[in-house]
């Protein structure tokens, strides 16, 4: 049974740094594709990054957010800086056998509880 567990939200001014956890079992994380999405209230949740071969980024969080994993096998990581108010949402970890594309909510069948970032102006 896969079982995804998020940690590292919280609270944090603009301009700080967050780092999400995603914690993976009955997965290996390392040779699958691992994502992070994003929802807000009343809005389609968003996928924020990703990793399988390489990496990808949606364009509002390129040059701050930065996706990696533990290749030991069961981990994969968001490091988040350069904070914006409007990076506030529930930070969900998502998982995928094989390869990330398409990159759409629907193509992803494993997913966490979520995790709340909240930034401050």
């Known amino acids: 049974q896969v079982q995804l567990v998020e940690s590292g939200g919280g609270s944090v001014q603009a301009g700080g740094s967050l780092r999400l956890s995603c914690a993976a079992s009955g997965f290996t994380a390392s040779s699958n594709c691992m994502a992070w999405f994003r929802q807000v209230p009343g809005k389609e949740r968003e996928g924020v990054a990703k990793i399988y071969a390489g990496t990808y980024y949606t364009d509002s969080v390129k040059g701050r957010f930065t996706i990696s994993r533990n290749n030991t096998g069961n981990a994969v990581y968001l490091q988040m800086s350069s904070l914006k108010p409007e990076d506030t949402a529930v930070y969900y970890c998502?998982?995928?056998?094989?390869?990330?594309?398409?990159?759409?909510?629907?193509?992803?069948?494993?997913w966490g509880q979520g995790t709340q970032v909240t930034v401050s102006s």
């Open positions: 998502a998982a995928r056998v094989g390869v990330c594309a398409p990159f759409s909510r629907a193509y992803f069948p494993y």
